[in-house]
């Protein structure tokens, strides 16, 4: 079975730093496209942050300058960095994945809050 299992939310104070990790079993990751989405109460679902299979990456304007997109194909791990955190970063993230055949996957998600 494909799997996407995040880790790394919890409470954090404004300011801080906060690192998210998915593990990715059972598809040929290095060749996916993945993505962290991030969904608040009362908002639409949204995309973060992408990274291509070749590593580009892409940011929402929101996060932009603050938060770091990265993937360990040897390990099939994703990762997201999150610094300077904001209040309104408050959301669960969402490890996401599209394969070359089109097939796509989620993660269950982990909350962050950002809260003093």
């Known amino acids: 079975q494909v799997q996407l299992v995040e880790s790394g939310g919890g409470l954090v104070q404004p300011g801080g730093s906060l690192r998210l990790s998915c593990a990715v079993s059972g598809i040929d990751f290095s060749t996916n496209f993945m993505a962290w989405y991030r969904q608040a109460p009362g908002n639409q679902r949204e995309s973060v942050a992408v990274?291509?299979?070749?590593?580009?990456?892409a940011y929402a304007d929101s996060v932009k300058g603050r938060f770091t997109v990265s993937r360990d194909n040897r390990e099939n791990m994703l990762y997201l960095q999150m610094n300077s955190l904001k209040p309104e970063d408050t959301a669960v993230y969402y490890c996401?994945?599209?394969?070359?055949?089109?097939?796509?996957?989620w993660g269950k998600g982990t909350l962050v809050t950002v809260s003093s």
């Open positions: 996401y994945t599209k394969t070359t055949s089109g097939m796509e996957y």
């Open positions: 990274i291509s299979s070749g590593g580009f990456t």
